[in-house]
């Protein structure tokens, strides 16, 4: 499995809300081994003033069951509420803004508490025994008092949780977690600052004609692909690689992945080469740089919708998208041919141009909010402040931006 394959793989398990909770609830099981066992082993006595809660073996077994009953029914709860944001999330903001919601760390670690409390109280619960003539009296002391214990931290995460999710759902919040993981892909993607334009020809490369094609054996979006596998099957094989798709691009099966426009592709390993690339369902951010500018504008032109009529919204996500084309405009891309360590080109990889995601970000908006002068303001006033701090490099765009949304004026096309 290629380190991007990987990568996603494990993006995807992190942002799950069952991983971390499981995690937890194995630790619940091992922490109700553990106090059993001290118990058994009498290394703790229930007659000492350190305990907060002695009771014999029947009212241990109603306290151990009332706070696994209660637990259970307040993971009902939380697990309802969570269930209500998303479906908010989803119908105000966009779909897209669900995986923000299913990793953050506070909503998964809330779970697994109240979960793991519960798969505690229900280990420790199974061991507690009255006398009968078949076996003796055992009361795990040590074991009640921790369920205790995390009963009232439960109780605790309840509050914080309920907190918590109400800041949560906030537009101002749900628009910076967005634009954090926008920055975040923006300095892992493109971390060199922007320097002089490479001067290789690089529209020979794009234009030449394939001698070989490897094709996608099945469909989805292009979500990753990894350098060091293809530059190490380039090599290897003799031969200049061109990828078909960019990143976040959507292939049918059939579709032409890899093209070999240079060398003598016998005996390669199709299959392998394949590989090397990384289809799923959805966009993800592990390379797609245009995924958080298209989070940002759908959430603006669902606030621009008349169902919802946000322009508050729209305005705040078009400063986000400010912010991130201040951090992108200053960052060079990488080049469209990849050489080898030899200097030899053998991969060329098709990229997101600048002036594309300008356009793709604000021109969504600008269409939406033709009617709206106080979000077409915004506009400009976004676009002419990256006019004053971007490079000359990067302003022929900007300034296209800013045309078009002077034209989209009701008063001017009037």
Not at 62 to 86: C, D, E, H, M, Y
Request: hydrophobic share 45%.
């Amino acid at each position: 499995m290629t380190r991007p394959r990987v990568r996603s793989w494990w993006t995807g398990l992190r942002s799950s809300l069952w991983f971390l909770p499981t995690l937890i609830i194995l630790s619940a099981v091992g922490l109700a081994t553990l106090t059993v066992w001290l118990d058994q082993r009498g290394q703790v006595t229930p007659g000492g003033r350190q305990f907060i809660l002695v009771v014999g073996a029947e009212g241990a077994r109603g306290v151990l069951g009332t706070i696994a009953g209660s637990i259970i029914t307040v993971t009902g709860v939380v697990f309802s509420i969570t269930i209500v944001v998303l479906q908010l999330a989803s119908s105000q903001f966009s779909p897209r803004v669900l995986r923000s919601f299913t990793a953050d760390r506070s909503t998964q670690l809330v779970l697994g508490v109240f979960i793991g409390t519960f798969t505690y109280a229900l280990l420790v619960l199974r061991t507690v025994r009255s006398e009968f003539s078949d076996y003796t009296r055992f009361v795990p002391a040590l074991s009640v008092n921790v369920a205790v214990l995390l009963a009232l931290v439960s109780m605790g995460f309840l509050i914080y949780f309920i907190d918590h999710i109400a800041r949560s759902i906030q537009a101002e919040t749900i628009i910076a977690r967005v634009t954090g993981d926008a920055l975040e892909v923006v300095d892992r993607l493109f971390p060199e600052p922007l320097g002089a334009p490479a001067e290789v020809d690089e529209a020979a490369y794009l234009e030449a004609a394939p001698i070989a094609v490897v094709y996608a054996n099945a469909s989805g979006y292009l979500q990753s692909v990894d350098p060091d596998s293809i530059m190490r099957h380039a090599v290897n094989y003799d031969l200049v690689l061109r990828l078909e798709r960019r990143i976040g691009s959507f292939v049918v099966a059939g579709d032409a992945l890899i093209s070999i426009i240079g060398g003598n592709p016998v005996d390669l390993p199709f299959d392998s080469l394949r590989n090397t690339v990384t289809l799923g369902a959805e966009r993800t951010p592990e390379q797609d740089v245009e995924r958080g500018l298209i989070e940002l504008t759908d959430i603006a032109v669902r606030a621009l919708s008349p169902g919802i009529n946000d322009p508050t919204t729209a305005t705040v996500c078009i400063d986000r998208l400010t912010e991130i084309f201040m951090t992108l405009g200053c960052r060079a891309f990488p080049p469209v041919t990849r050489r080898a360590k030899d200097g030899v080109v053998r991969v060329i990889a098709p990229r997101a141009e600048f002036e594309d995601l300008v356009s793709r970000a604000y021109g969504q908006i600008r269409v939406y909010a033709a009617s709206n002068p106080a979000v077409l303001s915004a506009i400009e006033m976004s676009l002419q402040r990256l006019l004053a701090r971007l490079p000359a490099r990067r302003q022929p765009p900007i300034l296209a931006e800013i045309e078009r949304t002077h034209r989209t004026r009701p008063e001017v096309r009037a």
